[in-house]
Protein backbone atom coordinates (compact mmCIF):
# COMPACT_ATOMS: atom_id res chain seq x y z
CA UNK A 1 0.00 0.00 0.00
CA UNK A 2 1.52 3.50 -1.04
CA UNK A 3 1.75 5.86 2.31
CA UNK A 4 -0.91 8.56 2.26
CA UNK A 5 2.14 11.18 2.27
CA UNK A 6 2.74 9.86 -1.39
CA UNK A 7 -0.94 10.35 -2.28
CA UNK A 8 -2.10 12.63 -5.49
CA UNK A 9 -4.75 15.01 -6.11
CA UNK A 10 -7.66 13.42 -8.51
CA UNK A 11 -8.60 16.23 -10.89
CA UNK A 12 -12.13 15.90 -13.04
CA UNK A 13 -14.23 17.65 -15.37
CA UNK A 14 -17.24 16.15 -17.76
CA UNK A 15 -19.04 18.20 -20.72
CA UNK A 16 -21.58 17.29 -23.25
CA UNK A 17 -22.25 17.98 -26.73
CA UNK A 18 -25.45 16.85 -29.04
CA UNK A 19 -24.73 14.51 -31.99
CA UNK A 20 -28.25 14.06 -33.42
CA UNK A 21 -27.04 13.59 -36.75
CA UNK A 22 -30.03 15.68 -39.77
CA UNK A 23 -33.16 13.90 -39.95
CA UNK A 24 -33.04 11.61 -43.25
CA UNK A 25 -29.27 10.09 -43.06
CA UNK A 26 -29.46 6.72 -43.04
CA UNK A 27 -29.49 4.27 -39.74
CA UNK A 28 -26.03 2.53 -39.62
CA UNK A 29 -27.00 -0.87 -37.56
CA UNK A 30 -29.67 -2.97 -39.06
CA UNK A 31 -28.91 -3.83 -42.46
CA UNK A 32 -32.15 -5.25 -43.10
CA UNK A 33 -33.71 -1.61 -42.79
CA UNK A 34 -36.31 -0.15 -45.10
CA UNK A 35 -35.98 3.40 -44.76
CA UNK A 36 -33.64 6.31 -44.05
CA UNK A 37 -34.66 8.47 -40.31
CA UNK A 38 -37.33 10.13 -40.03
CA UNK A 39 -37.94 11.32 -36.98
CA UNK A 40 -35.66 11.60 -33.61
CA UNK A 41 -36.82 9.78 -30.61
CA UNK A 42 -34.03 10.78 -27.84
CA UNK A 43 -30.88 13.35 -29.12
CA UNK A 44 -28.17 11.21 -29.12
CA UNK A 45 -24.85 12.59 -27.41
CA UNK A 46 -21.52 12.35 -26.66
CA UNK A 47 -20.16 13.20 -22.97
CA UNK A 48 -16.61 13.40 -22.00
CA UNK A 49 -15.22 12.69 -18.82
CA UNK A 50 -11.26 14.17 -17.87
CA UNK A 51 -9.48 12.54 -14.93
CA UNK A 52 -5.76 13.12 -14.25
CA UNK A 53 -3.48 12.89 -11.02
CA UNK A 54 -1.45 15.99 -12.75
CA UNK A 55 1.47 14.23 -14.90
CA UNK A 56 -0.79 11.86 -16.45
CA UNK A 57 -4.38 12.59 -18.06
CA UNK A 58 -7.10 10.09 -19.77
CA UNK A 59 -9.99 11.46 -21.81
CA UNK A 60 -13.22 9.11 -21.81
CA UNK A 61 -16.11 10.21 -24.40
CA UNK A 62 -18.66 7.81 -24.49
CA UNK A 63 -20.91 8.57 -27.44
CA UNK A 64 -24.52 7.25 -28.72
CA UNK A 65 -23.12 5.25 -31.70
CA UNK A 66 -23.18 2.24 -33.33
CA UNK A 67 -19.24 2.54 -33.46
CA UNK A 68 -17.11 4.55 -35.51
CA UNK A 69 -13.74 2.36 -37.53
CA UNK A 70 -10.54 3.76 -38.95
CA UNK A 71 -9.43 5.78 -40.56
CA UNK A 72 -11.68 7.93 -38.87
CA UNK A 73 -11.61 7.24 -35.26
CA UNK A 74 -7.36 6.98 -35.20
CA UNK A 75 -8.00 10.75 -36.65
CA UNK A 76 -11.02 11.48 -34.26
CA UNK A 77 -8.75 10.33 -31.28
CA UNK A 78 -6.19 12.83 -32.67
CA UNK A 79 -8.24 15.58 -32.59
CA UNK A 80 -9.49 14.56 -29.16
CA UNK A 81 -5.90 14.61 -27.87
CA UNK A 82 -5.01 17.97 -29.38
CA UNK A 83 -7.80 19.74 -28.00
CA UNK A 84 -7.39 18.09 -24.26
CA UNK A 85 -3.68 18.25 -24.25
CA UNK A 86 -3.05 14.68 -24.49
CA UNK A 87 -1.61 12.04 -26.39
CA UNK A 88 -4.24 10.26 -28.88
CA UNK A 89 -3.18 6.90 -26.64
CA UNK A 90 -4.44 8.58 -23.74
CA UNK A 91 -8.29 8.92 -25.04
CA UNK A 92 -11.01 6.49 -24.82
CA UNK A 93 -13.98 6.61 -27.26
CA UNK A 94 -16.78 4.33 -26.06
CA UNK A 95 -20.01 3.64 -28.38
CA UNK A 96 -23.31 2.37 -26.43
CA UNK A 97 -23.61 0.46 -29.71
CA UNK A 98 -26.82 1.58 -30.67
CA UNK A 99 -28.11 0.60 -33.82
CA UNK A 100 -30.50 3.59 -34.57
CA UNK A 101 -27.33 5.97 -35.40
CA UNK A 102 -26.27 7.37 -38.06
CA UNK A 103 -24.86 5.49 -41.10
CA UNK A 104 -21.16 6.89 -41.38
CA UNK A 105 -18.86 7.21 -44.80
CA UNK A 106 -17.18 3.90 -45.38
CA UNK A 107 -19.67 1.35 -44.50
CA UNK A 108 -21.52 1.39 -47.84
CA UNK A 109 -22.45 2.32 -51.48
CA UNK A 110 -24.44 4.89 -51.14
CA UNK A 111 -26.67 7.63 -53.65
CA UNK A 112 -24.61 10.97 -53.77
CA UNK A 113 -27.11 12.68 -51.76
CA UNK A 114 -26.60 10.57 -48.97
CA UNK A 115 -22.53 10.52 -49.23
CA UNK A 116 -22.40 13.95 -48.94
CA UNK A 117 -24.79 14.09 -45.72
CA UNK A 118 -22.26 11.65 -44.21
CA UNK A 119 -19.56 13.32 -45.10
CA UNK A 120 -20.91 16.53 -44.01
CA UNK A 121 -21.77 14.84 -40.58
CA UNK A 122 -18.34 13.23 -39.93
CA UNK A 123 -16.54 16.11 -40.16
CA UNK A 124 -19.25 18.00 -37.42
CA UNK A 125 -18.64 15.24 -35.17
CA UNK A 126 -14.99 15.16 -34.98
CA UNK A 127 -15.58 18.66 -34.12
CA UNK A 128 -18.26 18.29 -31.45
CA UNK A 129 -16.59 14.88 -29.90
CA UNK A 130 -13.40 17.16 -29.57
CA UNK A 131 -14.95 20.35 -28.46
CA UNK A 132 -16.23 18.11 -25.31
CA UNK A 133 -13.45 16.64 -24.34
CA UNK A 134 -11.70 20.74 -24.57
CA UNK A 135 -14.89 21.71 -22.37
CA UNK A 136 -14.51 19.31 -20.20
CA UNK A 137 -10.90 19.66 -19.85
CA UNK A 138 -11.43 23.48 -18.92
CA UNK A 139 -13.38 22.85 -16.46
CA UNK A 140 -10.83 20.40 -14.32
CA UNK A 141 -11.14 20.98 -10.66
CA UNK A 142 -9.73 18.38 -7.53
CA UNK A 143 -12.48 15.80 -7.03
CA UNK A 144 -12.39 12.25 -6.13
CA UNK A 145 -14.01 9.24 -6.80
CA UNK A 146 -15.49 5.86 -5.96
CA UNK A 147 -17.09 2.41 -7.44
CA UNK A 148 -19.49 0.43 -6.86
CA UNK A 149 -21.22 -2.42 -8.35
CA UNK A 150 -24.87 -3.77 -8.78
CA UNK A 151 -26.88 -6.07 -10.60
CA UNK A 152 -29.21 -5.52 -13.21
CA UNK A 153 -30.53 -8.54 -15.74
CA UNK A 154 -30.50 -6.32 -19.11
CA UNK A 155 -29.74 -9.21 -21.06
CA UNK A 156 -29.62 -12.88 -22.11
CA UNK A 157 -27.31 -15.21 -24.48
CA UNK A 158 -28.41 -15.09 -27.59
CA UNK A 159 -26.88 -18.25 -29.32
CA UNK A 160 -29.47 -20.34 -29.34
CA UNK A 161 -28.98 -23.91 -30.53
CA UNK A 162 -31.95 -25.18 -32.35
CA UNK A 163 -32.98 -28.92 -32.31
CA UNK A 164 -31.23 -29.09 -36.38
CA UNK A 165 -27.97 -28.04 -34.72
CA UNK A 166 -28.31 -24.61 -36.31
CA UNK A 167 -27.06 -21.56 -33.83
CA UNK A 168 -28.82 -18.53 -34.27
CA UNK A 169 -29.78 -15.18 -32.49
CA UNK A 170 -32.37 -16.40 -30.17
CA UNK A 171 -32.32 -16.87 -26.25
CA UNK A 172 -30.06 -19.46 -24.56
CA UNK A 173 -30.96 -18.89 -20.83
CA UNK A 174 -28.16 -21.08 -19.76
CA UNK A 175 -25.45 -19.49 -21.91
CA UNK A 176 -23.08 -16.82 -20.27
CA UNK A 177 -24.00 -13.39 -19.70
CA UNK A 178 -23.01 -10.81 -17.36
CA UNK A 179 -25.39 -9.04 -15.20
CA UNK A 180 -22.61 -6.99 -13.53
CA UNK A 181 -23.16 -2.93 -13.63
CA UNK A 182 -20.21 -0.92 -12.64
CA UNK A 183 -20.55 2.84 -11.29
CA UNK A 184 -18.33 5.30 -10.99
CA UNK A 185 -19.39 8.46 -8.74
CA UNK A 186 -17.04 10.90 -9.51
CA UNK A 187 -17.69 14.08 -7.06
CA UNK A 188 -16.22 17.81 -6.22
CA UNK A 189 -14.16 17.59 -2.90
CA UNK A 190 -17.62 18.68 -1.16
CA UNK A 191 -19.43 15.54 -2.04
CA UNK A 192 -21.68 17.10 -4.94
CA UNK A 193 -21.32 14.85 -8.38
CA UNK A 194 -19.64 15.65 -10.86
CA UNK A 195 -19.86 12.59 -13.36
CA UNK A 196 -21.44 8.92 -13.26
CA UNK A 197 -19.97 6.32 -15.18
CA UNK A 198 -22.49 3.40 -15.79
CA UNK A 199 -21.23 0.22 -17.42
CA UNK A 200 -22.96 -2.66 -18.33
CA UNK A 201 -23.44 -5.50 -21.31
CA UNK A 202 -26.47 -5.44 -23.64
CA UNK A 203 -26.80 -4.92 -27.35
CA UNK A 204 -28.88 -1.76 -27.48
CA UNK A 205 -31.65 -3.44 -29.78
CA UNK A 206 -34.48 -2.67 -27.69
CA UNK A 207 -35.32 -0.45 -30.32
CA UNK A 208 -35.99 -2.76 -34.09
CA UNK A 209 -34.88 -2.75 -37.32
CA UNK A 210 -38.90 -0.71 -37.95
CA UNK A 211 -37.37 1.95 -35.81
CA UNK A 212 -37.06 4.96 -38.20
CA UNK A 213 -36.43 7.30 -35.36
CA UNK A 214 -33.13 8.10 -34.62
CA UNK A 215 -32.38 7.02 -30.82
CA UNK A 216 -29.90 6.17 -28.21
CA UNK A 217 -31.98 3.12 -27.24
CA UNK A 218 -32.47 2.41 -23.64
CA UNK A 219 -29.27 4.28 -22.58
CA UNK A 220 -31.04 7.19 -23.46
CA UNK A 221 -33.63 6.62 -20.71
CA UNK A 222 -31.25 5.22 -18.34
CA UNK A 223 -28.97 8.17 -18.65
CA UNK A 224 -31.95 10.48 -18.02
CA UNK A 225 -32.66 8.95 -14.50
CA UNK A 226 -29.57 8.87 -13.51
CA UNK A 227 -29.28 12.26 -13.86
CA UNK A 228 -32.21 13.78 -12.71
CA UNK A 229 -31.24 12.26 -9.53
CA UNK A 230 -27.72 13.16 -9.72
CA UNK A 231 -27.74 16.47 -11.42
CA UNK A 232 -24.83 15.82 -13.05
CA UNK A 233 -23.95 14.18 -16.70
CA UNK A 234 -23.62 10.63 -16.70
CA UNK A 235 -21.55 8.00 -19.41
CA UNK A 236 -22.43 5.07 -20.13
CA UNK A 237 -19.90 2.30 -21.33
CA UNK A 238 -20.74 -0.42 -23.35
CA UNK A 239 -19.22 -3.85 -21.97
CA UNK A 240 -19.01 -7.00 -23.28
CA UNK A 241 -22.22 -7.45 -25.58
CA UNK A 242 -20.93 -9.71 -28.41
CA UNK A 243 -23.22 -12.35 -27.87
CA UNK A 244 -26.01 -10.41 -25.20
CA UNK A 245 -29.53 -9.21 -26.58
CA UNK A 246 -32.27 -7.23 -24.12
CA UNK A 247 -33.90 -10.22 -22.05
CA UNK A 248 -37.07 -8.25 -23.25
CA UNK A 249 -35.84 -9.57 -27.63
CA UNK A 250 -35.15 -7.00 -30.45
CA UNK A 251 -38.25 -4.74 -31.13
CA UNK A 252 -40.65 -5.54 -33.78
CA UNK A 253 -42.07 -2.14 -34.10
CA UNK A 254 -44.94 -1.97 -32.42
CA UNK A 255 -45.93 0.16 -29.45
CA UNK A 256 -44.69 -2.41 -27.01
CA UNK A 257 -41.05 -1.81 -28.01
CA UNK A 258 -41.06 1.94 -26.65
CA UNK A 259 -42.56 0.25 -23.52
CA UNK A 260 -39.69 -2.43 -23.08
CA UNK A 261 -37.31 0.90 -24.09
CA UNK A 262 -38.50 3.16 -21.08
CA UNK A 263 -38.51 -0.67 -18.84
CA UNK A 264 -34.98 -1.41 -19.40
CA UNK A 265 -34.08 2.48 -18.92
CA UNK A 266 -35.43 2.05 -15.64
CA UNK A 267 -33.80 -0.64 -14.55
CA UNK A 268 -30.80 0.14 -15.61
CA UNK A 269 -31.01 3.85 -14.32
CA UNK A 270 -32.55 2.42 -11.05
CA UNK A 271 -30.34 0.36 -10.27
CA UNK A 272 -27.45 2.68 -11.23
CA UNK A 273 -28.82 4.69 -8.43
CA UNK A 274 -29.27 2.49 -5.98
CA UNK A 275 -25.10 1.54 -5.94
CA UNK A 276 -24.62 5.34 -6.84
CA UNK A 277 -26.48 6.52 -3.39
CA UNK A 278 -24.38 4.24 -1.56
CA UNK A 279 -20.98 5.49 -2.43
CA UNK A 280 -19.16 8.10 -0.17
CA UNK A 281 -16.34 10.22 -1.66
CA UNK A 282 -16.17 13.53 0.77
CA UNK A 283 -16.71 12.12 4.27
CA UNK A 284 -17.04 9.06 6.42
CA UNK A 285 -18.08 8.32 10.24
CA UNK A 286 -15.65 9.05 12.97
CA UNK A 287 -15.00 7.60 16.21
CA UNK A 288 -18.26 6.53 17.66
CA UNK A 289 -19.29 8.21 21.14
CA UNK A 290 -22.51 7.54 23.37
CA UNK A 291 -25.15 10.43 23.53
CA UNK A 292 -27.28 10.09 27.15
CA UNK A 293 -30.75 10.97 26.31
CA UNK A 294 -33.58 9.42 27.73
CA UNK A 295 -31.67 5.80 26.46
CA UNK A 296 -27.96 6.00 26.01
CA UNK A 297 -27.86 6.66 21.95
CA UNK A 298 -24.14 5.52 19.73
CA UNK A 299 -23.44 8.43 17.45
CA UNK A 300 -20.99 9.20 14.71
CA UNK A 301 -19.56 12.42 13.31
CA UNK A 302 -18.95 12.56 10.12
CA UNK A 303 -15.01 13.49 8.87
CA UNK A 304 -13.96 14.67 5.96
CA UNK A 305 -11.58 12.20 3.64
CA UNK A 306 -8.11 13.74 2.47
CA UNK A 307 -8.10 16.06 -0.67
CA UNK A 308 -4.96 13.52 -1.58
CA UNK A 309 -7.25 10.80 -2.98
CA UNK A 310 -5.14 9.49 -5.51
CA UNK A 311 -3.09 6.12 -4.75
CA UNK A 312 -1.86 4.67 -8.57
CA UNK A 313 -3.19 6.36 -11.84
CA UNK A 314 -1.92 5.34 -14.88
CA UNK A 315 -2.42 4.62 -18.78
CA UNK A 316 -1.42 1.26 -20.39
CA UNK A 317 -2.23 0.56 -24.28
CA UNK A 318 -1.55 -2.71 -26.65
CA UNK A 319 -1.79 -2.28 -30.59
CA UNK A 320 -0.98 -6.32 -31.87
CA UNK A 321 -1.44 -7.67 -35.25
CA UNK A 322 -3.07 -10.99 -35.46
CA UNK A 323 -3.95 -13.49 -38.68
CA UNK A 324 -7.23 -13.64 -39.78
CA UNK A 325 -8.31 -16.60 -40.99
CA UNK A 326 -6.83 -17.67 -44.47
CA UNK A 327 -8.21 -16.28 -47.63
CA UNK A 328 -9.95 -18.91 -49.94
CA UNK A 329 -8.41 -20.21 -53.47
CA UNK A 330 -9.25 -18.17 -56.83
CA UNK A 331 -11.81 -20.67 -57.91
CA UNK A 332 -13.59 -20.15 -54.38
CA UNK A 333 -13.66 -16.63 -54.67
CA UNK A 334 -15.01 -16.59 -58.06
CA UNK A 335 -18.04 -18.96 -57.43
CA UNK A 336 -18.86 -16.43 -54.62
CA UNK A 337 -18.56 -13.41 -56.32
CA UNK A 338 -20.53 -15.04 -59.07
CA UNK A 339 -23.72 -16.35 -57.04
CA UNK A 340 -23.44 -12.99 -55.30
CA UNK A 341 -23.99 -11.05 -58.91
CA UNK A 342 -26.68 -13.68 -59.71
CA UNK A 343 -28.50 -13.04 -56.33
CA UNK A 344 -28.16 -9.18 -56.52
CA UNK A 345 -29.31 -9.47 -60.19
CA UNK A 346 -32.28 -11.36 -59.26
CA UNK A 347 -33.61 -9.33 -56.67
CA UNK A 348 -33.39 -6.17 -58.54
CA UNK A 349 -34.79 -7.39 -61.48
CA UNK A 350 -37.81 -8.60 -59.15
CA UNK A 351 -38.52 -5.20 -57.09
CA UNK A 352 -37.22 -6.49 -54.12
CA UNK A 353 -37.74 -3.95 -50.84
CA UNK A 354 -35.21 -1.99 -50.17
CA UNK A 355 -34.43 -4.31 -47.41
CA UNK A 356 -33.40 -7.51 -49.24
CA UNK A 357 -31.53 -5.20 -51.67
CA UNK A 358 -29.51 -4.10 -48.79
CA UNK A 359 -28.37 -7.79 -47.93
CA UNK A 360 -27.63 -8.85 -51.50
CA UNK A 361 -25.74 -6.30 -52.28
CA UNK A 362 -23.98 -6.08 -48.76
CA UNK A 363 -22.73 -9.94 -49.74
CA UNK A 364 -21.69 -8.71 -53.20
CA UNK A 365 -19.55 -6.09 -51.81
CA UNK A 366 -17.79 -8.55 -49.56
CA UNK A 367 -17.55 -11.16 -52.72
CA UNK A 368 -16.00 -8.33 -54.48
CA UNK A 369 -13.66 -7.69 -51.55
CA UNK A 370 -12.57 -11.37 -51.46
CA UNK A 371 -12.04 -11.59 -55.46
CA UNK A 372 -10.14 -8.47 -55.30
CA UNK A 373 -7.71 -9.96 -52.41
CA UNK A 374 -7.18 -12.77 -54.26
CA UNK A 375 -6.31 -11.96 -56.97
CA UNK A 376 -3.80 -9.38 -55.94
CA UNK A 377 -1.70 -12.65 -54.70
CA UNK A 378 -3.70 -14.06 -51.71
CA UNK A 379 -1.90 -13.10 -48.91
CA UNK A 380 -3.53 -13.92 -45.26
CA UNK A 381 -5.47 -11.07 -43.87
CA UNK A 382 -4.28 -9.58 -40.36
CA UNK A 383 -5.84 -7.03 -38.36
CA UNK A 384 -5.10 -4.66 -35.64
CA UNK A 385 -6.43 -5.59 -31.87
CA UNK A 386 -6.05 -2.42 -30.17
CA UNK A 387 -5.66 -2.63 -26.35
CA UNK A 388 -6.28 0.59 -23.86
CA UNK A 389 -6.10 0.34 -19.44
CA UNK A 390 -6.78 2.91 -17.28
CA UNK A 391 -5.96 2.50 -13.50
CA UNK A 392 -7.28 4.78 -10.70
CA UNK A 393 -6.74 3.11 -7.04
CA UNK A 394 -9.05 -0.45 -7.04
CA UNK A 395 -10.26 0.52 -10.46
CA UNK A 396 -9.48 -0.97 -13.74
CA UNK A 397 -11.10 0.23 -17.28
CA UNK A 398 -9.65 -1.81 -19.93
CA UNK A 399 -10.79 -1.75 -23.71
CA UNK A 400 -10.85 -3.41 -26.82
CA UNK A 401 -11.98 -2.73 -30.58
CA UNK A 402 -14.46 -5.24 -30.84
CA UNK A 403 -17.20 -7.03 -29.87
CA UNK A 404 -15.80 -9.30 -26.94
CA UNK A 405 -18.49 -12.03 -25.71
CA UNK A 406 -19.59 -11.94 -22.16
CA UNK A 407 -16.86 -14.85 -21.62
CA UNK A 408 -14.01 -12.71 -22.52
CA UNK A 409 -15.35 -10.00 -19.83
CA UNK A 410 -15.64 -12.43 -17.18
CA UNK A 411 -12.58 -14.30 -17.76
CA UNK A 412 -10.72 -11.02 -17.20
CA UNK A 413 -12.44 -9.98 -14.05
CA UNK A 414 -11.97 -13.60 -12.62
CA UNK A 415 -8.14 -13.40 -13.04
CA UNK A 416 -7.31 -9.28 -12.34
CA UNK A 417 -5.89 -8.70 -9.55
CA UNK A 418 -7.74 -4.73 -9.62
CA UNK A 419 -10.79 -5.64 -7.62
CA UNK A 420 -13.30 -3.34 -9.37
CA UNK A 421 -12.40 -4.72 -13.16
CA UNK A 422 -14.47 -4.12 -16.56
CA UNK A 423 -13.59 -5.06 -19.91
CA UNK A 424 -15.46 -2.81 -22.04
CA UNK A 425 -15.61 -3.64 -25.72
CA UNK A 426 -16.83 -1.17 -28.85
CA UNK A 427 -13.92 1.54 -27.71
CA UNK A 428 -11.31 3.45 -29.85
CA UNK A 429 -13.12 1.47 -33.21
CA UNK A 430 -14.70 -1.78 -34.05
CA UNK A 431 -13.45 -4.54 -35.69
CA UNK A 432 -16.17 -6.85 -35.35
CA UNK A 433 -17.30 -10.09 -33.18
CA UNK A 434 -14.52 -11.37 -30.88
CA UNK A 435 -16.19 -14.71 -30.01
CA UNK A 436 -14.78 -17.50 -27.80
CA UNK A 437 -12.82 -20.63 -29.02
CA UNK A 438 -15.82 -22.57 -28.24
CA UNK A 439 -17.74 -20.73 -30.45
CA UNK A 440 -16.02 -21.82 -33.61
CA UNK A 441 -16.96 -25.61 -33.05
CA UNK A 442 -20.89 -24.47 -32.61
CA UNK A 443 -21.41 -21.54 -35.82
CA UNK A 444 -23.92 -19.21 -35.80
CA UNK A 445 -24.19 -15.49 -37.22
CA UNK A 446 -21.01 -14.38 -35.20
CA UNK A 447 -18.38 -16.52 -36.53
CA UNK A 448 -19.79 -17.77 -40.01
CA UNK A 449 -21.53 -14.66 -41.31
CA UNK A 450 -21.05 -11.49 -39.70
CA UNK A 451 -17.55 -10.85 -40.97
CA UNK A 452 -18.72 -10.20 -44.26
CA UNK A 453 -21.28 -7.79 -42.98
CA UNK A 454 -18.10 -5.83 -41.60
CA UNK A 455 -16.53 -6.36 -45.20
CA UNK A 456 -13.85 -8.31 -43.95
CA UNK A 457 -12.11 -10.37 -46.74
CA UNK A 458 -12.03 -13.68 -44.08
CA UNK A 459 -12.88 -14.22 -40.13
CA UNK A 460 -11.50 -13.94 -37.24
CA UNK A 461 -10.00 -17.38 -35.44
CA UNK A 462 -9.88 -18.96 -32.21
CA UNK A 463 -6.98 -17.03 -31.39
CA UNK A 464 -8.49 -14.13 -31.10
CA UNK A 465 -10.94 -14.47 -27.97
CA UNK A 466 -7.52 -15.73 -25.77
CA UNK A 467 -5.80 -12.87 -27.06
CA UNK A 468 -8.49 -10.79 -26.02
CA UNK A 469 -8.60 -11.86 -22.15
CA UNK A 470 -3.96 -11.58 -22.15
CA UNK A 471 -3.48 -8.39 -23.69
CA UNK A 472 -6.12 -7.34 -20.70
CA UNK A 473 -4.52 -8.59 -17.96
CA UNK A 474 -0.93 -7.74 -19.38
CA UNK A 475 -1.95 -4.23 -19.31
CA UNK A 476 -3.68 -4.50 -15.69
CA UNK A 477 -0.80 -6.04 -14.38
CA UNK A 478 1.42 -3.66 -15.72
CA UNK A 479 -0.11 -0.74 -14.31
CA UNK A 480 0.05 -3.36 -11.13
CA UNK A 481 3.45 -2.85 -10.80
CA UNK A 482 3.66 0.84 -11.36
CA UNK A 483 1.91 0.99 -8.46
CA UNK A 484 3.86 -0.85 -5.96
Known amino acids: MIESSTRKPLLAGAARAVITPPVGIRMMGYTVQESVSQSVERELTATALVLSDGPTKAVIVACDLLFIQNPHIDQIRQSIGRRAGVPAEHVLVNFSHTHLGPMLPGWQREPAEQHVMQERYLAVLEDQLAGAAAAANARLAPAR ?53 LIAACHTVVLGPKTTALSPDFVGAAREIVERASGAPALFLQACAGNINPACGIG ?68 TTLDMAPLPDRTTAEAQLGHARRACNEARAQ ?31 KRELVGWALRINDLALVAVNGEPFAELGLEVKRRSVVPNTFLLGYSNGCLGYLPT ?48
Open 252 to 319: TGGPEQYDDLARMGAMLGGETLKAWAGIRTHNRHGPRRVVQSVAAISAWDYEALPSECVESFGIATRR
Open 351 to 381: GKPPGVLNVVERLLAWAELVHEAVVEGGKRP
Open 437 to 484: PEAFDEGGMEVVESYRNYLLPTGFTREWGPAVVEIALEMINELEQKSE
Open 145 to 197: LGVAKGHVPLGTNRRERLADGRVIIGENPTGAVDHELGVVRVDFLNGQPLATI
